[in-house]
């Protein structure tokens, strides 16, 4: 491969990168915009999810049609049923554990860790299962398939370094998240992400941490939905 394909190609990379981040933190101040438009926070928020999907379309066709590569650059790698549970399951154990100190640690510093934005959503969460189980399952599809599916490996071409590329995923994964206005709101996906991207590039298999961010978004919702009076 010549330089100058190699231009083109990293140039075509990083057009790549580039619109994928420009949609995804243009969805971050989407609810306050359409709210402003006399829209109820529920369907405001429905409708930023279908934005997340259409971004995940956007960037599949880019993908395919201007990389001209595949979308997910790592071979995927199959195991048994036996093997996913289990790492399903420890994975699982893993995040509870990093999330706990980074709370404790947070805490111990006297940060907030109480977000407003986030209590109002959690508000219309309360006994609607439909839309919990389609935020869950947004969350970790697109979420994975996007920062880490698609994103790290991209980054890997541009740094030439898996683990630095890895640590800007997860540093622009969570500040995605600062809309909702605490400091554990972006410390706390970055830390999430930084477990998920090192076992999927570890194992290289997307759909275990999929299912894992699935669960730890029912679950976190769940558990909070169930503390409201």
Known sequence: MS?????????T?????????????TTTFFLPFIRQLGIDYKTA?????LIIWSCLLLTFLYAMYI???????????EYSFAYYLASIAVTMIVLI?????VSMVLKTLDS??????????IQFFKNNTPLILFTSTTAGITEELLFRGYLIPQLEII???TYLSILISCILFGLIHYSYGTLIQVIGPFSIGLVLALHYQKYRNIKIVIICHFLWDLMSIVVKTSQLQ
């Open 3 to 11: 330089d100058s394909k190699k231009t083109i190609k990293k140039s």
């Open 13 to 25: 990379i990083i057009g790549g990168i580039a619109f994928l981040l420009f949609v995804l933190f």
């Open 45 to 49: 928020f429905f409708l930023s999810r």
């Open 67 to 77: 990389e001209k590569q595949p979308f997910l650059l790592w071979k995927e790698k």
């Open 97 to 101: 554990f990093v999330v706990f100190v």
């Open 112 to 121: 907030n860790l109480e977000s407003k934005k986030m209590n109002e959503i």
């Open 159 to 161: 740094v030439k370094n």
